[in-house]
C-alpha cells in the first residue's frame, strides 16, 4: 500500500507502557515538525490494507524525544487495540505534521490557570506544563485529573515534579469516582466546581476575572463544565472575542 512519505513518518516504537488493563503509553521515535506543547499528532497502521489514522496529543514537551503518546484501549475501537498489541521495533506511522489550536498561546493573560482533564487528556496538560511558559505566565496553576479508580492516577512521577519544583506556584487534584481513594476529591469534576469544594480545596476563587481555565476529554464533562462556568460569567475563547475557556473534546 502507498503512504506518502511526505506526510507520514515510519516510527519505531521503543516502549509500550502499561498502566492497566486500558490504559498505556507509547513511546515512539520519530521525526515530525515542530510542534507547540498541547498540540496533538496522528498515529496510524495498515489494518486490511488501508491506513487506519487516530489523532494523539503529545504528551512530551516539544523540545523532549522519543515523543510519549497516551490512550485508553477502547475495546470495540478500531485503531487502539492494534496500538496496545505493539511491541519495541516495530512501526507505527506518525504524522509529520503536528495540529490543534489547545494551546497556550491561544490562552489570554490571566492571574491563575486551571487545567481540567478527564482520563487521558490528563497527556496535553502534561507537555505543556513541561514547558517554561506557563510557570512564567501564571501566578498559580491548578491541575485537576478526574477518573474512576486510584489506578487511573497515572504520570504520578511527573506530577510530583511539578509540585516539588513550583511547590508555591501548582496544585494537583485528583477526581475519582468509582471508589475511595486517598485525598482525592470523590465527586466528578463539574460536580466539584459546582459545589465550591474544588476552590475550597485549592484555596483559591474560581472567577472569569482572574482566571483562564483549559478543559480537555471526555465530550460530556467537557460540556458540563463549560456550561457551569458560563453560569458564572466565564465566555468561550474565540479568536476575534477572547474569553476565559479553551476546550477540546477527544471524541
Ligand atoms: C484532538 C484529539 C486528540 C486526541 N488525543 C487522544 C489521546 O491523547 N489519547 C487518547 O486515548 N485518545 C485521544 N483522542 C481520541 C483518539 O483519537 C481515538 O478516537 C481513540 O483512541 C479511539 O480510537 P479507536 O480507533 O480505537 O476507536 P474508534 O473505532 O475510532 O471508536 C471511537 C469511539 O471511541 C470512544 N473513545 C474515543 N476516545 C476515547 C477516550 N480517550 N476515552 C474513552 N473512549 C474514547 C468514543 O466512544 C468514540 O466514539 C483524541 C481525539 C482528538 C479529537
Redesign the pocket.
Known amino acids: 500500500m502507498n503512504i506518502d512519505p511526505a506526510k507520514w513518518y515510519p516510527g519505531q516504537v521503543v516502549g509500550l507502557h502499561r498502566w492497566t488493563n486500558a490504559l498505556y503509553s507509547l513511546r515512539v521515535q520519530a521525526e515530525v515538525e515542530p510542534f507547540e506543547a498541547g498540540q496533538?499528532g496522528r498515529l496510524g497502521l495498515v489494518l486490511d490494507g488501508e491506513l487506519?489514522t487516530?489523532?494523539?496529543?503529545f504528551v512530551n514537551a516539544p523540545s523532549e524525544r522519543p515523543l510519549d503518546?497516551?490512550?485508553?484501549v477502547?475495546p470495540?475501537?478500531?485503531?487502539?487495540?492494534k496500538l496496545a498489541a505493539l511491541q519495541p521495533g516495530d512501526t507505527v506511522w506518525v504524522a509529520r505534521k503536528p495540529s490543534?489550536f489547545f494551546t497556550l498561546s491561544q490562552v489570554p493573560v490571566a492571574r491563575f490557570l486551571w487545567l481540567l482533564a478527564t482520563?487521558?487528556?490528563l497527556?496535553p496538560f502534561l507537555s505543556i506544563l513541561k514547558t517554561e511558559l506557563p510557570w512564567q505566565r501564571f501566578e498559580k496553576i491548578v491541575l485537576v485529573h478526574g477518573v474512576r479508580a486510584c489506578a487511573e492516577l497515572t504520570y504520578q512521577e511527573t506530577i510530583a515534579r511539578f509540585q516539588r519544583v513550583h511547590a508555591n506556584q501548582f496544585q494537583f487534584f485528583a477526581s475519582v469516582t468509582r471508589e475511595p481513594c486517598l485525598e482525592a476529591l470523590p465527586i466528578r469534576i463539574p460536580r466539584a466546581i459546582e459545589s465550591g469544594l474544588l476552590e475550597e480545596r485549592a484555596d483559591l476563587p474560581l472567577d472569569p476575572k482572574d482566571s483562564q481555565v483549559m478543559i480537555c476529554g471526555?465530550p460530556e464533562m467537557v460540556k458540563a463544565t463549560v456550561a457551569l462556568l458560563q453560569n458564572r460569567g466565564f465566555r468561550e475563547n474565540a479568536r476575534k472575542s477572547p474569553g476565559q475557556i479553551t476546550t477540546?473534546?477527544?471524541?
Open positions: 496533538f487506519v487516530r489523532p494523539y496529543s503518546f497516551y490512550f485508553i477502547v470495540e475501537g478500531k485503531l487502539t487495540p490543534g482520563g487521558t487528556a497527556g471526555n477540546e473534546r477527544y471524541w
